[in-house]
C-alpha cells in the first residue's frame, strides 16, 4: 500500500491547536495546555503513537463524562520518603503533575521520593514525567499499569497491560530508556491501523488464539506479544506491584482503557525521584554516565549496523529533525484532527504544509 503524502507542521502550532481542540471539548485551560503539552512532546520526539493521534480518544473519554474535568487528586498518606496519591479519576496528566511534585519534593526532603498513584486515567508517553523529574537534578523512574490487553507467559487470555518503564537523567541527552513490557507499545500496532496499514513487523503481536501475526487487525483482536517471554511477564507484574499492589487501586482485569469503555479507566503510575547530589556531586556524576556512555559505545557495530546505539538517542535525533523542519503527521491522523476541529468548530492552522 502507498502511503498518502501528510502534513508537516511547527510543533508550537500543532500545541496550541491541541491546546484549542481540548478547551473546545471543555478542558480548564490549564488542563488543556498540560495535556497539548504532554502529547506534542511526544510527536517531537517521534513517539507517534503517544502524540495527537490519541486526541480523538481522549475527546471522545472527556465528551463521554469518565473523567471528572475538575480533579486533581489528593494526598492519600504520606510516611517519610514514601506516599499514596489518589487521582480521584482525574485526568492522567493533571493527576501526574501533581504526583510527580510529589516525588520530587520527598526527593529533596529525604534524597528518594516515592509516589503511587491510583485511580488516574492515561497520562501519555512515560518520559515526558521522567524527564521533568530529572530536571531537578534527579534521576527519574516512572511506571504504570495499563488495559490488561497482554496475555500472561504460557496464557492466551490477557490479564496483564503493555505496562511501560521508563528512566530519566539529569544532564542533556545522556541516556534514557522508555519501553513498553511488550515487544512494542500498544499504541504502535493502533498507529498502524490509523494510517490504513495492513501489516506490522513480525513478533509485535499474535491473533486472538495466541499465534504470532504480522497482521494488523489480527493484531487488534489479538493479543500484544511479550518482550522477551516470561521476563516480559515479570516485567509486567513488577510494574503492577508498584503501581497497584501499593497504592490500594485497581489491577489487572480491574482495569477500563481509552478504548475499553465498560469499566473507569482506574490506571496506576509510580514515580520515583533520587536525588543524586546525595551521592555526589552531579557534575560528577555526569561525567561517570558519559564515561559509561563511551565505553558502551565503542562496540564495534554488528553487521548491517552503522553504529552503537544507546536509549534515547533516536528519540533526540527525530526531535532536533521535527524542532527544525516540522512535526510529520499522515494524512489519516490529519484528517481526523481536521473532522474533530470541524465538530468542535476550532480553526485548524494554516502552518501545515503537504509533505512531498
Known amino acids: 500500500m502507498t502511503a498518502t503524502p501528510g ?56 465528551q463521554l463524562g469518565s473523567v471528572d474535568l475538575a480533579a486533581t487528586g489528593r494526598l492519600a498518606s504520606e510516611n517519610g520518603a514514601c506516599a499514596v496519591y489518589d487521582g480521584q479519576n482525574g485526568l492522567g496528566q493533571v493527576v501526574s503533575s501533581q ?16 509516589v503511587s498513584v491510583r485511580d488516574s486515567n492515561h497520562f501519555g508517553a512515560a518520559a515526558f514525567w521522567a524527564q521533568r523529574i530529572a530536571r531537578h537534578g534527579m534521576i527519574g523512574i516512572v511506571v504504570c499499569n495499563a488495559t490488561p490487553l497482554v496475555a500472561p507467559w504460557q496464557g492466551k487470555e490477557p ?26 507499545a500498544l499504541n504502535r500496532i493502533w498507529k498502524a491501523a490509523a494510517n ?20 494488523v487487525q ?33 489491577m489487572s482485569t480491574e482495569l477500563g482503557g481509552l478504548r475499553v469503555r465498560s469499566r473507569p479507566m482506574r490506571v496506576g503510575h509510580a514515580f520515583i525521584a533520587i536525588d543524586v547530589a546525595r551521592f555526589m556531586p552531579i557534575d560528577e ?16 557495530p554488528a553487521p548491517g549496523y552503522s553504529e552503537v546505539l544507546m536509549a534515547g538517542e533516536p528519540e533526540w ?40
Open 159 to 184: 490479564r496483564l497491560g503493555t505496562n511501560p518503564i521508563c528512566m530519566a537523567l539529569p544532564g542533556d541527552d545522556i541516556w534514557l530508556l522508555d519501553m513498553a513490557t511488550t515487544t512494542v
Open 285 to 300: 556524576f555526569t561525567n561517570r554516565m558519559c564515561r559509561l556512555r563511551e565505553m558502551i559505545k565503542s562496540s564495534a
Open 7 to 62: 502534513i508537516r507542521i511547527p510543533s508550537s502550532d500543532l500545541q496550541t491547536f491541541t491546546q484549542q481542540l481540548l478547551q473546545a471539548a471543555a478542558l480548564p485551560a490549564g488542563h488543556a495546555a498540560l495535556v497539548a503539552e504532554s502529547l506534542v512532546a511526544a510527536n517531537l520526539r517521534g513517539v507517534d503513537s503517544h502524540g495527537v493521534q490519541l486526541l480523538p480518544l481522549y475527546i471522545e473519554v472527556v
Open 99 to 114: 504526583a510527580s511534585n510529589h516525588a520530587v519534593r520527598l526527593a529533596q526532603m529525604h534524597g528518594l521520593g516515592f
Open 317 to 356: 535525533r527525530a526531535e532536533a529533525d521535527r524542532a527544525q523542519f516540522g512535526i510529520p503527521i499522515t494524512q489519516p491522523i490529519w484528517e481526523k484532527l481536521l473532522t474533530l476541529a470541524s465538530s468542535l468548530s476550532v480553526t485548524p492552522p494554516d502552518s501545515a504544509e503537504i509533505m512531498e
Open 196 to 215: 490504513n496499514e495492513a501489516e506490522i513487523p513480525a513478533g509485535w503481536a499474535m491473533d486472538k488464539d495466541g499465534v504470532p501475526t504480522t497482521s
Open 218 to 250: 489480527e493484531a487488534l483482536s489479538g493479543l500484544p506479544m511479550p518482550l522477551g517471554g516470561y521476563k516480559g511477564t515479570g516485567l509486567a507484574m513488577m510494574v503492577e506491584i508498584l503501581c497497584a499492589v501499593l497504592s490500594g487501586g485497581a
